[in-house]
């Protein structure tokens, strides 16, 4: 298994451009989130999603967009990018009521000029 | 709101010296605490958890104990390792009630271990 993948592994956008980072799981994992992770605040959770087609917003979900069109693969689209995006974005899967463990991938290191 | 506290680092110690990593926590209710290591260049991954007061959660030599009393889970290792550096998280999650349970990480505390 490959677990949780993740791509690109970096990324360079200038002020105003639009991208969408990848996210696949193999583990038929129900549950998907987006985290970004910032010097000094830890991880903060972007979106999230209980299965196909169903999604909700986290603590800082200005910004992005999801969709969850299968339970592989849960997208995340940066719509304008802003300086401010500037982060490490993880994405994290997870069985129903087991949330708490959740597998995460590698990353994607964006910087936003 | 939860939140967790943590100190940010970095800890800086000499192979087989103690370690003691401190967290404490704020949250409603009764929630489950966790330890979450970030090893270089890779994403989390669930080191130890404790679901209720007095449980004590352990994995690969490290231990971390659920103080209700103290609002505490330090994370200790008796002798660490070179391989043990990495950056550790504290987290905690409400009790699980048929949904998505959010988690609540702390800011990390980066351990250096030198030989």
């Known amino acids: 298994n490959a677990g949780v993948t993740q791509t690109p592994k970096f990324q360079v956008l200038k002020t105003g451009q639009s991208m969408t980072l990848q996210c696949a799981q193999d583990m038929n994992h129900e549950y998907m989130s987006w985290y970004r992770q910032d010097p000094g605040m830890g991880l903060r959770l972007i979106h999230y999603s209980v299965g196909a087609g169903i999604t909700d917003q986290g603590e800082v979900p200005n910004g992005y967009n999801v969709s969850r069109s299968t339970t592989e693969d849960f997208p995340l689209r940066l719509l304008s990018a802003a300086p401010s995006q500037t982060s490490v974005y993880f994405c994290a899967s997870s069985k129903p009521g087991q949330t708490y463990e959740q597998y995460f991938g590698p990353g994607t290191r964006l910087t936003v000029t | 709101g939860d939140s967790v506290t943590q100190m940010e680092g970095p800890v800086t110690l000499s192979e087989e010296a103690f370690l003691t990593i401190n967290c404490t926590y704020t949250a409603t209710g009764y929630p489950s605490l966790f330890w979450y290591v970030q090893y270089p260049g890779e994403g989390l991954q669930l080191l130890l958890k404790?679901?209720?007061?007095?449980d004590k959660g352990s994995n690969k030599g490290f231990e971390a104990t659920y103080r209700k009393e103290t609002t505490s889970f330090h994370l200790e290792k008796g002798s660490v390792q070179v391989s043990d550096s990495a950056v550790y998280f504290c987290a905690l999650s409400d009790a699980p009630s048929g949904g998505y349970q959010k988690v609540t990480f702390g800011i990390g505390t980066k351990l250096q271990v030198i030989p």
């Open positions: 404790a679901t209720k007061a007095d």
